[in-house]
């Protein structure tokens, strides 16, 4: 970058760019978002058959390519935003030190050199020539000292000032070349397949531009004001409304993620972040899986008898260097099923009251999805479904379903007011049922996130008259609920509903902080978890004596019954469900409670009403 290029240089005219890229990410969202929410929904309520379908695949093609388009223009405006920031920083210093050194009787050149005046120095009988100085940049402190002593020596007193000026305008240069040398290669590669098709590839590619961008960015990022450090709903909704568009824009490009996990920010921009998350991490494991599928290795090998020590003519068996390949392979097919589920739903609603909203992803380890089935920054009725022992991403199919069956029965039964069915696996829930159920510590770890989740749809709630929430916990998810509810005197939360609990924490409804009243429990006859034993140490489960319990109606491994009369809230009937085994379930009673007869209860005290 030299003197000329930059003294004509207008950041402005990136910042200009950076928002016509920011806008055009804006149009493609809205165009995304009428595909999937207007013209993909009209057609599912009112066409079917094969043509249907494959109007449906063009459509969510062509949703995608805009939801690709929105995620890049997006990075593309902070990388502008970005380099105008650093060459705006070196254009100040560049200007500073020439209006300095006109006003000290200097001409900066063409070329960036100083021309000095004729001068004197007091006590000097001649007055020394002028001339021209070419500064140098970043100078060293013996380099600096040098300078010092040639200006004390030279007989011109306006020579230092000049190289001081001279200096100044070479370091302004080379900041903006450096800034240039860094944005170039990040700008050139802000590219796409000239094709219409979004790969797993080109995901990948947003999350490395992301990324690139985000690193060479990080003085522009740094004017912008971070999330507060103690995420607390009401702080997090007060930070996002005090940024400008652009920083909002800049923020969600930069880190989705982060964004996404914001409780009290409203729900479309979580949703929107998220849906992004979900996006690059399913193109990440399509990679995995498909650099795995090139990695067979032979599947079979000659068959040796152990009696006779030779191989049997025709007869093979799997190699165990293919089985150990398989099963990775099968692990990474379960790893898909999650977020697949997740998509699906996106694919397949059919209505805005049944909108799913993406408020919580991350596919690590277990995984976790925050879904709601509705939009419960609009809802008068919100109701948080936290699943129990086998939840997981890989499942999460199922718990949507619930929610979605939920949602329908609390319009269906109330269609004045509307409501939003949320499934809640922020938190990883046990996977054994005698070994990890037993155990608090995954209920103690969700109790904070799960208080602030619900203080957060309260934030972003926009009803003037307040939203009216449901908190239900299902198995092990009941104890979620009643371990959070005790910890939070003040959450507002107006009913709680427990079914197929292995206890909630507490001894009495009245520990949950809300009227025992409006607290409901449920566990059906041939559920299996009334066998779950009283709190009777680690070796429960073996000891006889723990399975008093069959003739005690409170006590139970993790609390009080809530279905007992010691526990004091309100019981509801449920059919008694299936007989273990039936189907060829271990507890299919368990998973019963929203069947018609059940779900027409708990559609109920969500929308206010009593079963």
């Known amino acids: 970058m030299d003197y000329a ?58 949703a995608k390519n805009f939801h690709y388009m929105q995620t890049e223009c997006g990075v593309i405006s902070t990388a502008l935003n970005g380099l105008a920031y650093d060459m705006a920083a070196a254009k100040r210093k560049l200007n500073a030190a020439i209006e300095d050194a006109h006003a000290d009787g200097c001409t900066v050149n063409g070329d960036g050199s100083v021309t000095y005046p004729a001068g004197q120095k007091p006590g000097d009988d001649k007055v020394a020539d002028g001339g021209t100085v070419t500064g140098s940049a970043g100078g060293s402190p013996t380099s600096e000292a040098l300078e010092r002593q040639a200006a004390n020596i030279h007989p011109n007193p306006n020579y230092g000032k000049a190289m001081g000026y001279a200096n100044r305008i070479a370091d302004a240069l080379k900041e903006a070349t450096d800034a240039d040398a860094k944005w170039a290669p990040k700008v050139r590669a802000l590219q796409a397949d000239d094709d219409l098709t979004v790969s797993a590839r080109d995901w990948t590619d947003a999350v490395s531009d992301a990324s690139g961008v985000r690193a060479a960015a990080d003085a522009y990022l740094d004017t912008i004001k971070p999330p507060p450090k103690h995420d607390w709903p009401q702080s997090n909704a007060n930070w996002w409304k005090g940024l400008s568009e652009e920083q909002r824009a800049a923020y969600v490009s930069m880190h989705p993620a982060s964004i996404g996990a914001l409780d009290g920010l409203p729900s479309d921009v979580r949703d929107d972040a998220n849906r992004l998350v979900l996006a690059e991490q399913r193109a990440a494991k399509q990679l995995e899986y498909d650099a795995w599928l090139k990695k067979e290795p032979e599947h079979y090998k000659p068959y040796v008898s152990p009696i006779t020590g030779r191989e049997v003519k025709g007869a093979t068996v799997p190699t165990e260097e293919w089985k150990e390949w398989n099963e990775k392979r099968q692990q990474l097919e379960n790893g898909f099923k999650g977020m697949d589920a997740v998509q699906k739903r996106f694919d397949s609603y059919t209505s805005e009251s049944n909108r799913p909203y993406l408020l919580g992803f991350d596919s690590n380890n277990m995984g976790r999805a925050i879904v709601s089935i509705g939009n419960p920054d609009t809802a008068d009725n919100v109701v948080t479904y936290v699943p129990g022992t086998f939840a997981k991403l890989e499942s999460i199919g199922g718990d949507m379903d619930r929610a979605v069956a939920l949602q329908a029965e609390a319009e269906r039964q109330d269609g004045a007011h509307s409501t939003a069915s949320i499934v809640w696996l922020g938190y990883d829930a046990p996977q054994a049922i005698l070994t990890d159920a037993t155990e608090t510590r995954w209920a103690d770890n969700a109790k904070e996130p799960l208080g602030d989740f619900i203080q957060g749809i309260e934030e972003a709630n926009h009803r003037d008259s307040g939203v009216t929430q449901t908190l239900m916990g299902h198995s092990y998810g009941s104890l979620v609920v009643g371990q959070t509810m005790n910890m939070h005197i003040d959450l507002p939360v107006d009913n709680a509903i427990m079914v197929g609990s292995p206890g909630v924490g507490v001894d009495h409804a009245k520990d949950l902080n809300i009227p025992p009243d409006h607290v409901f429990a449920a566990t059906a006859k041939n559920d299996l978890i009334n066998l779950a034993p009283p709190p009777a140490g680690p070796l429960a489960p073996l000891n006889p004596k723990a399975y008093m319990r069959l003739f005690d109606d409170h006590s139970i491994v993790h609390g009080t019954d809530p279905v007992s009369d010691d526990f004091g809230g309100q019981v509801f009937e449920v059919p008694d469900g299936k007989l273990p085994g039936a189907g060829g379930e271990m507890m299919p009673a368990h998973s019963q409670y929203w069947d018609e007869r059940p779900l027409g209860s708990l559609g109920k005290i969500v929308t206010g009403g009593r079963p």
């Open 5 to 62: 290029a930059l003294k004509a240089l207008k950041p402005s005219e990136f910042e200009d760019a950076a928002d016509g890229y920011r806008s055009t990410s804006t149009m493609a969202q809205a165009a995304k978002d009428h595909i999937e929410n207007t013209v993909a929904t009209g057609m599912r309520k009112s066409l079917e058959g094969e043509a249907a379908e494959a109007a449906q695949a063009q459509l969510q093609a062509l």
